[in-house]
């Protein structure tokens, strides 16, 4: 018989990627920063990890297979993404069993029960970070194991939420290099910088929503600083910039293709929301990080904004 032609929509030029890929992709961009935080830290840092991984990955398997009753999913290595940002979230003295109940709440509740990759309308390791945070705060909260700098790391945040001037005694050279302490993704602003950079060599993310959200929180921490006379008008965007989650969160959990606008248009406004919100709850809010609580918001105004930033359709 003839050769078949069939038609079918666009688009007809498949470009190579595919899930496992661009999930390895980003283990490989995450890894300088795990080989920062281990060295500021301790070894417990590979052990959290691993746990979260490890969790995040049977319970995954587990929901797959006896509760879809259909082929798993864990080989495109997303639930290990999951893991490693979920435990990057969390303090490395943290008790091992509460890394396992967060990774369940990730992988059930956030990602499993709408159905898997591509359905979450909300980031998986954010939903058991905020889930733990809510539960278990004092476990969340407790940097005794790493740097014990009272100005140094997340532990700052609070301190100069209500001291701002302290801002211009602290040394950004130490906490862009990872002298700090914090939560494990939080050590070394460089290694994620690093990270982020091979992301978008590779494509696998874009400028959009990292810049939108850092120009945003630097510009807002600025207008600030003016109010204190011009005084903090450099230093308090460079704090907010490096102090917390605010790298790892603009350059990989905000940039999550399930949860994140499909057009440049919608990525800006996306990120500049993401900024304006973690500076409002970081200066004035009850907690001193809202990183993780801003891209959850937002994430739930995706649909909306991919609505309204629609592209405009060839031929019109």
Known sequence: MATRLFAAPSPHIHGGENTRRIMGDVVLALLPALAVSTYVLGWRVLFITAVAVCSCVVVEYL????????????????????????????PAGIPWWIVV??????????????????????????????????????????????????????????????????VSQLDFMQMFGGQMNGSMGEIGALALILGGLYLLWRRVITWHIPVAILGTMAIFAACVGAGYGGALI???????????????????????????????????????????????IRLWGAYPEGMSFAIFIMNAATPLINKYCRPKRFGC
């Open 101 to 166: 109940i967060g990774s369940v709440v990730a992988i059930a509740i956030g990602k499993m029960t709408f159905g898997g990759l591509g359905c979450n309308p909300f980031n998986p390791a954010l939903t058991g970070r905020i889930f733990l945070l809510i539960a278990y705060p004092v476990q969340m909260t407790d940097w005794t194991t790493g740097v014990p700098d009272t100005l140094s790391g997340s532990t700052i945040l609070p301190t100069i939420k209500y001291q701002p001037e302290l």
């Open 63 to 90: 929901i797959g297979r006896f509760l879809f009753k259909g082929r798993t999913t864990i080989c495109d290595l997303s639930a290990v993404v999951t893991g490693v940002l979920l435990a990057f979230n969390l």
């Open 234 to 280: 450099y230093e308090l965007p460079l704090f907010h910039l490096l102090a917390g989650g605010a790298l790892l969160g603009a350059i990989f959990m905000a940039t999550d293709y399930s949860t994140s606008p499909m057009t440049h248009k919608g990525m800006i406004i996306y990120g500049v929301g993401i900024g304006v919100i973690t500076m409002i």
